[in-house]
């Protein structure tokens, strides 16, 4: 029997305020380890686990050599206390059924889905850094402080939740007493467990998850060229982008700018995979102004991301510490301000309306630009014959950092996300024509690209804060806000250190044989 309290934590300050703690009340808290868990919850089509009762999870990260199966009853939770029938063994990764350890677990999945198959519903990412829990000389539990990702229904969500899940020795009342003890930092006890949350949005966005998978890439062939192909990418984020332009002049709904920016991105990286099948002077002003726009854009996102979390920090303090940050906002709002009117007067300007309309020209006529064939020289043209040493000589750009990850500075680390992303957008350009065996692969490149893209993050917010304390007066001229800033900066150099501690997790993912396993079952689809 598991016997745990769930709690949600909407307050990013107070996730890292709680992962400070070492005691709570007359309990004392001792650091665990940190685990990156991936859990892939199956079921059949008809999904009889779940009309019997139950839920099968495959966790990776958390057995060596193995994935640990969990079979465990659902919805039987009082408040944040969930008690609940589990059962666990440890089974190869992609074992089926009839491979896994006789046992509870397998019985229940063998008698429930009656010989049917099973299916991935869903899968969930999650950085775990556990506590034990002490209360004197008593072992009462594990707590874990999560930060969940989860995408279903076609939207990609992060969450941040607290659970305390008792050992033998712990009690019911133990766990009182520690929701006591957590009063203070307002959590919401959560009845539901996180399978059961992201089934809930599945459900209801299965409708619209079908629409968005047809839109998510164009369609791509095996036997078409490998130009017109590209062709038909480059004209799918195009759409995507100036579909967002007006959004992005608004500025009403910050993430109109990012998903304009995203689809600038991946032309970029489309072009690097495609123009060697294209005359040098038909794209070259394109990739110019695709650069250019990107840059602008991405000068008032950047802001825009690193003034929401500040907003959240200063927003949990309150008070005359919060009034003293007054002045690190003002600055950063001047900042983003001065870039979103550059943006502007670029978007404005008759260079990039002249771009636009050129490109869309291109990109509708077949045949525009593309290099001339030579009959007596014949050169890989198509995308079965171009793509699969693409495929790999991506990956081994991405795989070349593995010696190197220990000691790599920020730089180097940056530069790791980039070719991480290289690959995931080859992969998701193509996939129509390498086929439905890949989400896997591209679930960890995103994991990757997202824990880098957080301590990128958090370098640019470490930078940005010295430079205040050095250039702006009035650092100088008031100690309030000179050590409120500073508190700030120590509390980001402090988050900057846990993300290269764990920079490990995501990246032995990526870096198993697994993934070049998969990679090579792709390829020969073509």
Known sequence: MEIEAKYVISDPAVFDALLDLRALGEYRLRPAGERYLIDHYLDTSGRNLLRGGYACRLREGEASGGWVLTVKSVGQATGAVHEREEYE????????????????????????????????????????????????????????????????????????????????????????????????????????????????????????????????????????????????????????????????????????????RVATRRQRAAFRIVERHFRKKAVR?????????????????????????????????????????????????????????????????????????RYAEFLKAAGAGVKDAHDHSPQPRLVRDVLPSEIWEHYGQLHAYDGVLEWAP??????????????????????????????????????????IGELHDVDVTIKLLQDFLVRDARASVSPAVAQAVGRYLKREQARLRTLQR???????RVAGAWLRHALGRAVATL
Not at 420 to 441: D, V
Not at 502 to 508: A, E, F, G, H
């Open 285 to 357: 002003d394109f990739r110019d102004e695709l650069r250019t726009l990107a840059e602008r854009l991405g000068a008032v996102r950047d802001l825009d991301v690193l003034i929401e979390r500040f907003q959240t920090y200063r927003g949990a303090l309150g008070g005359e510490a919060a009034h003293a940050l007054e002045p690190l906002l003002d600055d950063w709002r001047s900042r983003r301000d001065t870039a979103r009117r550059e943006m502007l007067h670029h978007l404005d300007g008759d260079d990039y309306q002249n771009f636009t309309k």
């Open 502 to 508: 764990t920079l490990k997790r995501p990246w032995k």
């Open 410 to 451: 920020i730089e180097t680390v940056h530069a790791l996300r980039i070719e991480g992303k290289r690959l995931r957008y080859l992969l998701e350009f193509f996939s129509e024509a390498l086929g439905p065996g890949l989400a896997r692969t591209i679930d960890a490149l995103v994991a990757l690209q997202d824990h």
């Open 89 to 260: 063994c440890v089974v190869a990764p992609g074992a089926a059924p009839a491979e896994w350890p006789e046992g509870p677990a397998r019985d229940i999945v063998t008698r429930l889905s009656n010989g049917q198959p099973l299916t991935e519903l869903l899968a969930l990412r999650q950085h775990r850094s556990d506590r034990s829990v002490a209360h004197g000389d008593r072992p009462v539990g594990v707590m874990s402080l999560d930060t969940v990702q989860t995408d279903a229904a076609g939207r990609h969500m992060v969450g941040r939740e607290l659970e305390v899940e008792l050992e033998p020795a712990g009690r019911v009342d133990d766990l009182i007493a520690l929701e006591a003890a957590l009063g203070p930092y307002e959590l919401r006890a959560e009845p539901t467990s996180k399978f059961e949350r992201a089934l809930t949005l599945l459900s209801r966005g299965a409708g619209r998850k079908a629409v968005a998978r047809k839109k998510k890439a164009p369609a791509t062939r095996a036997d078409e060229p490998m130009a017109e192909a590209g062709r038909a990418i480059l004209r799918f984020h195009f759409e995507r982008m100036l579909a967002e332009e007006e959004g992005t002049r608004k500025g009403e709904d910050p993430e109109a700018l990012h998903r304009m």
